[in-house]
């Protein structure tokens, strides 16, 4: 789980979404799954265990997602949010290429392999 040196989080939707982001990352990240939408007292208790952490909210382009991403904008404002492009609408369908250059974007260290692909 938290160890020190893990000062970043990403928050996705679900398990599929993790293990697709968690082999582009190089960096040691704590990648949290919500399993779509959160309760009150869940984002409560989430936000209190992400205190003195750089966290990251990675949801899908639809309507789920969105609705997700308003609540972390609500409940937790320190958050940074990372986009997906909305054609691809989901985390875990959107090209390593395409996800590796938005984790980029965000300072997160990635295997350039994935940001290669994109060049071929």
């Not at 293990?19 to 779509?36: A, D, F, H, M």
């Amino acid at each position: 789980m938290f160890e020190i040196g893990d000062e970043k989080v990403i928050i996705v939707e679900g398990t599929t979404d993790k293990r697709k982001v968690e082999v582009i990352i190089k960096e040691p990240i704590e990648i949290i799954c919500t399993n779509g939408t959160i309760s009150i007292a869940k984002m409560d208790e989430l936000i209190d265990s992400l205190e003195q952490r750089d966290v990251y909210i990675l949801v899908d382009a639809d309507h789920a997602g969105e609705k997700l991403r308003k609540q972390f904008k609500r409940e937790f404002p320190e958050a940074e949010h990372l986009y997906i492009d909305r054609m691809y609408k989901e985390v875990a369908s959107a090209p390593e290429y395409h996800l590796a250059s938005v984790l980029v974007g965000a300072n997160i260290d990635v295997h350039t392999e994935y940001l290669e692909k994109r060049m071929s």
